[in-house]
């Protein structure tokens, strides 16, 4: 079954048991408003949801108890024991559809209209309810529908077997599991550093190794188990707006930025129901129809826009359209004519507040009611959802140009990508995701310039602001900051802003497990978590959109897109992003943005080159180092480009890393020169691209083969333990002693000593002492090439 | 109902924290500063891969000194959730409360008012029992 589908029908039974008990207290007092707004909801969740699955029947009933009730709400209608009644049997029936939904059977008629007709306030028909009630509801079922069930002509059948194997968890249990994997990944970190401290010691070493590969597969499991990514969610959207701009006459596209953002299950569970209501809100009241827009002087197809970005515990999903904006002054209106605020008190409101009116139960601007929207659920539900899970939304408009709601969604325990980076004295970490691009302030295409206090750079003929971090953090003042000696990495926020935030060093990337830090941490507004390095050390994870809210880096709605962007992103895909730099000779050259891991700074001392050899150290680890023939080495310190094939590393020696550029021209190739691809045209300059493949053949060490073969050799002869072995060793086998019991990969025979010696091996090579064919298999002993190639032929054929 | 307490020394003052709040008593050695907090918390540090938020006891009171001690003793405590370790001058034994905590006319002195729930009789003597919650949240709350 459809996993969306599933969703669907998991989420629905498990309202219908929460609703179970909101049933009978309501059949006991029909005018409690409060069990009214818990059962209106539910029909109108489910109401909603059938709106994106298609299933007219479904939505019909509830649409029609959705109808009921809000006549209630309003104050219309005085709920009664007739209207209980039938809005149970259409509840029952929905729970009964929804088996069948999940068991994949026609829903079946039922006689659904004359359960819509008991609705009807002067109806005075007896409901005939022919309801199955599954088995786990019959309690409640009893006890809130007793007329229901004496009428009941169905015996309750079982529940409809599962049609996909999976069971449902507490996700209390789940995050108490990946805590506590989370704490055992710092306590293997934690051993891994004393274990390095106290030296080698293969005893231990060895079920250390196994021990972190099953913790890290442990962790990726778990970790799955809880977290989807957005895509999974995003996925299901544009069905849906299409077909709500289509019963609404309206054209609207939808685009995505951050899909792969990883969220937890159950918190994408939470955001599906929101965020449709957000979709509908946005399309009915937001977008205008297409002549609308001609009008304003707008495409006539609508956007809408979904950013998601991680940031800690935090997750920000930002839900932009481009219509109309919210007509503040109607909200106002409504709010004083339902009585929900007085005009003085609205009069008292700043303009954020009187925007978040929206929010307010009971509110709807729609000039009439749609089968869409327009009920004035829509936005409390919204932000009831929202809150409940311990998040926040936020609302911001510009008359004519669109609105934006902000989702803050909590994210307690998570593992994520961070780039670890140095200010002051102190390492901090910055979620990667908002990280565009890091560029050295004292390149020679950054260029500084100042208006008033606040320092721009100019990078890509861009005017952006700079924030120091050691300034954010009070370690040194904006005037002391030697801007050109920092490192500037170019943030942009899930609101579109980019600054640029100045650091003192930018260390590596990896991925920190987040753990929420104390409140009084928390009120200073800078740090989202926290996080332990491998060495047990404590590191900050810096709350970036809160920096820049303070620092009044963000600019609010943004609803700029054009034709002439999309069609500049399309050309950007075609394009193969290298990294421009010079190399110890001066000469400009690229290479490929993802052979490159990262660019390490270290000094001259640590490269040590002999003859062919050329090594560095960075951290402790020694790599192969190329690029460095090209021209002599700096004195002090060496830029180093990291690349990485996937498997293995090596560094390359840069004068300078320059900048980063898109090839979008032909790469031409070039014969004389075996080092690179070839020459290309970047910024109308020819620019020979570094051949990835050239260098790793050329400079990776061979890959060990990870099983020696062993190989038996005659005893006793001096030919074969002065001539022989060292032939055979040179090749890659290991003799095989007298005391090794095991079979070995291989035995070498003499011809002329029989049968003897050959048992105990898998294969086996003859050799001959004549140099005639003597027509079996043999090798003649002198035949170098021909038991070389049996040799490798049999190793080959083993290690495979 | 003879409370236990865990002795200690805050500015020169015995004082004492429930015993049932105190999950260990560790020695401070690392503490990584956290730029932009306000004064009492000194930082983080970290404790069998879990990272506690150090609290300056002396300073969270709202005395103007902080803490000096030579072994940088503290105790670890969970509030709602959080680890937070109380650095105190001197950690002492574990006792018993005998008496209530109560009030004394005059009160204990500015910031003592605050932090502590009151004065308990101990076998040392008169001892003011600290609100580890008034603790983490420090001076500047209150006076906000």
Redo the contacts between chains.
């Keep these: 079954m459809d996993e969306l589908l599933a969703d669907f029908v998991a989420e629905t039974r498990e309202m219908l048991e929460q609703s179970g008990s909101e049933l009978v207290a309501w059949e006991a007092d029909p005018s409690d408003k409060k069990r009214i707004d818990t059962i209106f909801r539910f029909v109108h969740t489910v109401k909603g949801n059938c709106g994106f699955f298609d299933f007219p029947q479904l939505e019909k009933l509830s649409h029609a108890a959705e109808d009921a009730l809000a006549e209630c709400r309003a104050g219309r209608r005085e709920p009664d024991s007739a209207l209980v009644t039938a809005v149970l049997a259409i509840i029952d029936r929905i729970s009964e559809m929804t088996d069948a939904i999940e068991a994949g059977e026609e829903l079946g008629t039922g006689n659904d209209e004359a359960l819509i007709a008991a609705l009807d306030a002067d109806a005075e028909v007896e409901v005939q309810s022919d309801v199955a009630i599954i088995e786990e509801e019959i309690e409640v079922a009893a006890v809130s529908a007793p007329a229901n069930d004496t009428q009941a002509e169905a015996a309750p059948k079982a529940p409809a077997k599962g049609v996909q194997r999976s069971i449902r968890l507490p996700v209390d249990l789940l995050d108490e599991v990946m805590k506590g994997v989370s ?1 055992m990944v ?2 293997r ?2 051993l891994a550093r004393r274990l390095r401290e106290a030296g080698e010691q293969p005893a231990i070493d060895g079920p250390f190794e196994r021990l972190s590969a099953i913790l890290a597969d442990v962790r990726t499991s778990i970790t799955r188990m809880r977290m989807q990514r957005l895509e999974h969610l995003f996925s299901s959207l544009p069905r849906l707006v299409r077909d709500l701009s289509n019963e609404l006459g309206k054209q609207v596209m939808v685009d995505f930025e951050g899909s792969e953002v990883e969220l937890d299950r159950e918190m994408i569970e939470m955001v599906r129901d929101p965020l449709t209501h957000i979709i509908r809100n946005a399309i009915d009241h937001g977008i205008e129809t297409p002549a609308e827009r001609l009008r304003n002087d707008k495409r006539e197809i609508g956007l809408l826009k979904f950013a998601a970005r991680q940031s800690g515990n935090q997750i920000s999903l930002v839900i932009t359209d481009d219509g109309n904006g919210i007509n503040v002054e109607r909200v106002c209106e409504k709010a004083i004519a339902n009585g929900l605020y007085s005009r003085s008190e609205i009069d008292k409101m700043s303009d954020k507040q009187r925007e978040n009116l929206i929010f307010e139960p009971g509110l709807s601007t729609a000039e009439k009611v749609s089968s869409v929207s327009g009920r004035g659920v829509g936005m409390d539900v919204v932000r009831s959802n929202i809150e409940r899970v311990g998040g926040s939304i936020e609302v911001s408009s510009k008359p004519g140009e669109g609105t934006s709601f902000h989702l803050q969604l909590p994210l307690t325990l998570s593992i994520i990508a961070a780039l670890t980076v140095g200010s ?1 004295d ?1 390492r901090y970490a910055i979620p990667r995701s908002y990280v565009e691009e890091i560029v050295f302030g004292n390149s020679s295409h950054v260029e500084f310039a100042q208006a008033g206090d606040r320092r721009l750079v100019t990078f890509r003929d861009k005017r952006v602001p700079c924030l120091s971090l050691g300034e ?4 040194e003042t904006n005037a002391e900051c030697d801007w050109t000696s920092k490192t500037l990495i170019l943030v942009r926020l899930a609101s579109d802003d980019v600054f640029a935030l100045a650091v003192d060093r930018v260390f590596d990337h990896e991925d920190v497990v987040v ?7 928390m009120e ?1 507004k ?2 989202a978590g ?3 390095l491998d060495d ?5 994870l810096i709350d970036l959109p809160s920096i820049a809210q303070m620092r009044g880096m963000v600019g609010g709605v943004r609803t700029k897109p054009t034709i002439a962007d999309k069609s500049e992103k399309v050309e950007k895909s075609r394009a193969v992003p290298v990294m421009l730099f010079a190399g110890l000779d001066g000469r400009h050259r690229a290479v490929r943005l993802e052979l490159v891991r990262r660019i390490d700074t270290i000094s001259r001392d640590a490269i040590d080159i002999e003859g062919d050899r050329a090594q560095a150290v960075i951290d402790g680890e020694i790599m192969t180092l190329a690029g460095h023939d090209t021209g002599p080495l700096p004195d002090g310190r060496c830029r180093l480009l990291r690349l990485s094939d996937g498997e293995h590393e090596l560094v390359y020696a840069v004068k300078e890393v320059l900048d980063a550029a898109d090839v979008t021209e032909d790469v031409v190739p070039s014969e004389a020169d075996t080092a690179i691809e070839g020459v290309t045209l970047i910024g109308g300059k020819p620019i020979p691209l570094l051949d990835g493949h050239a260098v790793f053949s050329r400079y990776r060490a061979t890959k060990k083969v990870e099983h020696t073969l062993t190989c038996r050799i005659p005893e006793g002869s001096e030919w074969a333990r002065t001539i022989l072995e060292p032939l055979v060793q040179a090749v890659g086998y290991r003799i095989a002693g007298d005391d090794d019991e095991v079979e070995a990969d291989l035995a070498i025979a003499l011809a002329e000593e029989g049968e003897v010696l050959t048992t105990g091996a898998r294969e086996v090579i003859r050799l001959r002492p004549e140099p005639e064919d003597a027509g079996d298999d043999t090798i003649y002993r002198y035949d170098r090439d021909g038991l070389l190639a049996a040799l490798k032929r049999i190793r080959t054929g083993r290690a495979a | 109902m003879n409370e236990l307490l865990l002795m200690c020394t805050i500015a020169g003052r015995r004082a004492a924290i429930p015993a049932i709040e105190v999950q260990s008593v560790i020695e401070v050695d ?1 503490i ?7 004064d009492f ?1 000194l ?4 404790l ?4 506690l ?1 150090v609290i300056d006891c002396a300073l969270a009171i709202g005395l103007e000194k902080a803490c000096t001690s030579r072994d940088q003793r503290a105790a670890v405590v969970d509030i ?3 680890l ?1 370790a109380l650095l105190v001058e001197e950690a002492h034994d574990v006792g018993e409360a005998k008496s209530e905590p109560v009030a004394v006319p005059g009160g204990f002195g500015e910031g003592w008012q605050r932090a502590a729930r009151g004065m308990v009789e101990t076998d040392g003597g008169p001892t003011l029992l600290v609100d580890i919650g008034q603790l ?3 001076p500047l ?1 209150q006076a906000a």
């Design positions: 704490d710092l306590a970190n934690d002051g102190q954010v953090m009070g370690s753990k929420p830090i104390a409140p009084a941490i200073t800078l740090y926290t996080t332990l047990g050390r404590p590191m900050m | 690392n990584t500063p956290i730029p932009g907090t306000p918390i930082g983080l540090t970290a069998r891969s879990q990272a938020t709602d959730g959080h937070y983490v949240s420090g709350r």
